[in-house]
């Protein structure tokens, strides 16, 4: 999977400030649709208790920074207020510069190879598993903040739509399948007879 750390605004659109996932709290500037200040970090009445964070909640606490920090970089500066589908779609296309998975052009003689005999000069690109656990991360800590759900950006229908379009152009460039395996069902017990009036009567 793409890491999604040490990432640095080369976009001319942005400032030169390195997008670090480890930013100040106090440097953000986020607020929620209704206008009230969003925590950096999730409220909870143990909070004030130290506690050892999983692999996943650590993860979704450096992407949620790290999306923090994009959007203090933003020209102009957004505010998750007025973060919509479409900035995330941007944040999205704005991470390919960091990938490090080789997607084949159309017209390269390994386009649908999945493991290319030689190099080519083919762009690299963030995964598509990458991007669909990301916006997951995203999605779940946009409302743990203390964001609304029929308001969450992460979840808009040209978000998905997006990925969906990454997922199918990235298995033909690839020439892999992202078809999720089946799990075999347990062979259930045939169902037990109900006594014979045989046995009912002796």
């Known amino acids: ?10 976009n001319p659109n942005l400032s030169s400030t ?23 970090t999730p409220s909870s009445s143990s909070s004030s208790s130290p506690t050892t964070l999983s692999r996943y909640e650590n993860q979704k606490r450096r992407d949620w920074n790290t999306f923090g920090q994009y959007l203090c970089n933003h020209r102009p500066p957004l505010s998750l207020s007025r973060c919509s589908g479409a900035h995330v779609l941007e944040f999205l ?6 990938g490090k998975t080789k997607v084949h052009t159309q017209l390269c003689p390994f386009f649908g190879h999945p493991n290319p005999p030689a190099p080519c000069p083919c762009p690299l690109r963030q995964a598509w598993g990458s991007l669909d656990a990301l916006i997951g991360r995203l999605r779940a800590a946009f409302e743990e903040h203390g964001g ?22 990235q298995a033909k460039a690839r020439g892999i399948s992202y078809e999720k395996k089946k799990r ?10 109900p006594p014979s009036n045989m046995n009912q009567n002796q």
């Open 18 to 40: 390195p997008l670090t996932p480890n930013f100040p709290v106090n440097d953000l500037s986020i607020t929620t649709v209704n206008g009230s200040p969003l925590s950096a």
């Open 93 to 98: 296309r704005y991470l390919d510069q960091f």
């Open 1 to 10: 999977m793409d890491s999604l750390q040490g990432f640095e605004t080369s």
């Open 184 to 193: 075999k069902r347990p062979p259930q017990a045939p169902p037990s007879l």
């Open 148 to 169: 609304k759900p029929e308001a969450n950006p992460f979840g808009a229908r040209a978000v998905r739509l997006y990925l969906r379009e990454v997922r199918d152009s």
